[in-house]
C-alpha cells in the first residue's frame, strides 16, 4: 500500500500529486520532493492510501523526505537570494532599455537554476540579460514571459470585492479566458473600469458566476 500526497507549492501556487514512498508525511508537514523543475520544498495538504499503484505505467513523481530545520533554513535564506536578483535584473534592464517588466524572481529550491518572470508587449531580445544574470548569479537563468493574468496569480493581493485574496492567486489552477459576453449574460453594465481586475483584464469570477445564484458574493465583485 501506497500513499499518494498532494503538495502545494509556495512560489508559483501550484499543486501536484506525489509518490511518498516510505515517508511518513502528514496534512500540514512541509516536505522535500523531486519534480520535473528540480527538488523543491513543498506543503502537504491532502493524502490518500494507494493500492495496486502500477509504477511502471506512468512516472510518479516522488517526495523524497519530510522537511528538515535545515531545509527550512535554507527556504527562507533563499528569499533574501530572490530579492537580491530582483533588484539586480531590475537595475540590468534599465541600463540595457530592454522593453520588459519582470514580474517575480524564483530560485528553485535545489539551486539549480533561477527563473525571472516578465511580462512584455512585444518580443525581447534578452541574451545580453541572461548572460550578465548567469555571470554575477552564478547560476543557470531561465527568463519566462507571463501575461497579466498570470502575473496577478504570482504577485496576489487583495481582490478589489475585499473577501479576500484574489481568485487568480487564491484557487483558481487555470486561468481561462473571459468574454463580455460573460458580463451581459449577467445583466451588468459593460463599465470596463468596474468588470476589470488589478491584471488589468475582465474579472476571473464573472466566468464561474454565470448562472450561478451568488457566486462569490452575489455579483458582489463586479
Known sequence: MLEIVTVKFETN??????????????VGDRCIVSTKRGVELGLVIHGQRAENLDLGASKVNKALRKATERDLYLHEKKKDQE???????????????????????EYIFDGSRVI??????????????????????????????????????????MGCCGL????????????????VRA????????????LSGMCGRLKCCLNYEVGATGGCGSGACA
Open 13 to 26: 501556487k501550484s499543486t501536484a500529486k506525489l509518490l511518498a514512498r516510505d515517508v511518513e508525511l502528514r
Open 83 to 105: 530579492a537580491h536578483a530582483y533588484q539586480l535584473c531590475k537595475k540590468l534592464i534599465r541600463a540595457d532599455k530592454l522593453p520588459m517588466k519582470l514580474s517575480r524572481v
Open 116 to 157: 525571472f518572470y516578465f511580462t512584455a508587449t512585444r518580443r525581447v531580445d534578452f541574451r545580453g540579460l541572461v548572460k550578465s544574470l548567469a555571470r554575477r548569479l552564478r547560476a543557470r537563468i531561465e527568463m519566462r514571459q507571463i501575461g497579466a493574468r498570470d502575473e496577478a496569480k504570482l504577485i496576489g493581493g
Open 164 to 179: 479576500g485574496e484574489n481568485c487568480s492567486a487564491l484557487f483558481l489552477k487555470e486561468l481561462k479566458s473571459v468574454s
Open 183 to 194: 458580463a451581459k449574460e449577467q445583466g451588468l453594465t459593460v463599465n470596463p473600469g468596474r
